[in-house]
């Protein structure tokens, strides 16, 4: 491979300035802004590395870029998206978002770390692969999609009406996460779905002065009792039922957890915390954050909220909860269990609306191709990756587990200050290179399995 | 008293142009406008019906209007304010909050029926009775005060420091109420206090991905619990030994409960609401209105609270909470007997700060005077008012349980829809007329106790 790694060398600067032209483009999935334009964009980097590449259009969607090269009887399939999120609070970034400025060694932009640095280093890799080596020794297979950060309310569609592309697939390679707070890298082998609800409950019909709260009922109040119900002060989550679905880990499970400690102290400074919730600490800590659900009130208004005194009886409150999901647990499970739980207590005025929802996805540890990665990862990195389930959410389960394969989040370009979703969102453009050069290793180590 | 109905009709063009010019001024306490001017116009007209009047200066707050009048050995003090809310919101308004435009026999302005409706009245209801008879068989005295509207926050000052103006007061005729539902004059004996507390969490040094509610302590949830522990779902109090201080009503209390019925059909339907909290009805709910206290959110706020979902662990939760106070609950005890509450079930965390407070008051039913104000208004309303507590609050306690008088809140110019606080507040000219005369009459009959 010390081939491939001398041509990547040679093309750095290309490389460089071809992501910074990425980078330019402001493809915001939420505004719905240069969409169509940047995914052209990506599909004529594809094109230009050999790639067959089409755009799919969605009904109401932003269209998917698929492309497929090589040939023989594996196929690897990368998932990667297009779209960043919106740049807000712009007055908070040193260089323009979209300008995708260089400083000591790092390049600053949004979506350089989340996902269009990722993205771009698996297209030059594949170039790269082919120009040293004269084709590739497996098939890969793109699917890039223009919805990640508005919570990929289309993939699934995609999948469903594109099965026949996709199915030949062995295992999903996915978004990258970043390096631990340690310098180490990680590799996800599974995310947690979502069930998000807004909870409302509407009383009078019109505010009324706060002296009626001897008789008139107050969603402020009803919400807060509902809420109450969902998760104790002890940090349980008591929906009926609910918890009954969650399974413990299995043996390699807790064998990954012991490997792969949270960094706690760090965490703890950084969020400027002294503790975590039920004084937790260790692998308790470290498995109820990769293998439970979890139940977080995200916002709350009722009534009046500005500054002094307002003797206010609100006639409406109105909560936004989000529960994820680890295995066994669907959103419409989820849905169920909350809306029977309110009701069995007297809840029938709290109005239910789910807004968003995705399954949770676990990817088997010992698949083959699941270990081979994390071998390559071991290699190319020098240290060993820190493997588990990730404690956030993202649409594995309409990739992968619609198709029934693992999908396995390695090779990223962040680490644990990149800034991710913030102002002035970075990566190193040492890390950049390396993921080209492990994305080169794993299209060999894949190949020979 | 056929004479003084008399000057009164005769007068009452003039009457009610001078109630005009009142209600052009626009003197919002909350926003600090007009209120030297104003004081300077009351005072002014109380020396033009004869009174010795005198603006005193309270320290950062708005002057008190003091007037006195009259001779003898009994003194009838008389409550009311100049100041007023603001008009917003001005769109809803069919004619200028501060136009005083008359329609249908109907005033509609800013302050028309709360309060210088009733203010004016009884000036004007002064001088007529001087005209008439030559002079007034009482003492009268005026306490006006320019910040009602924000909470009396100075008029317990105002009293410590000017006692010896107003300790020779036999009772207080308060600001009137407006007239009930059915249209049946009424009389308020006490007011509830207040103690308004804002309750605040502060979690992680910044909003979180929503993935953290595994480990990181959620302000949003941490308020909820200590809500939820303050009050429960069948709405009683459950702050520790808070109810034990209420005390039930005694036996004429009882018995003025059972006359003064809610217009409980009335109210739901313009609540548009179909019962009240606990089904309560009949005396068991207007016991509960009058003689019980309550417990609030006026407002709750945290985290994201836009459209849509977004899937965030907010750094702060804040509440708003008022507890309206009866008798034997005073706003330091319950701000005590709320932090111990909180601190023996570990919210410790949640940070407290009172915003604003005001003692309960009660006037004895059996004193002589409030039953000759009873009496009176029987006499000139041609029908038994409903006399009891005021399930509102208001600075009663700050004038007359100072002084120990009873305070008599009667003779109102306002009707259940005269939009008290909201736009197109209004009265209806012949109220007006008729709280003149209720206030005449009441000389008379004061000073022949």
Redesign the interface.
Known sequence: MDRFEGFVQRNQERFLSELQGFLHRPSIAAQGLDIEETAEFVAKRLRQAGFESRIIALEGGAPVVFGQIGAGDKTLLIYNHYDVQPPEPLDLWESGPFEAATRDGQVFARGVTDNKGPLMARIQAVEAYQAVFGGLPLKIKFVIEGEEEI?SPNLGHFVAENRELLEDANACLWEGPPKDPAGRPVISLGM?G?C?L?LSVV????D???????????P??RL??A??SL???N?RITIDGLMDHVIEPNEQEWALLRQMPLEEEQ?KKD???TS??RG?TGVE?NK??RF?P????????????GP???????NK??A?V?I?LVPNLTPDLVCGLVRQHLDR??FTDVEMTP??QSYPYKSQVDHPWVRRIIEVAREVYGQTPMVGQS???GPMYELCGRLGIPGVSAGGVGHSKSNV?APNENMFVEDYFRAITFTGHLIRALAEI
């Open positions: 919570g947690k979502i998000y807004e009383g009078a019909n019109t009324l002065p706060s002296w009626w709260g001897t008789l008139i009922s107050n402020a109040w807060t009792w809420l109450s998760k104790d002060q940090e965490i969020f400027g915390i975590f919730v937790l800590a109820r954050h439970e979890t139940c977080t009130i995200c916002g709350f208004v009722s009534g009046y909220t002094g005194s307002k003797t206010v009886l609100p409150a109105t936004k989000d994820r207590r007297g807004l968003s404690p956030a959410g979703h």
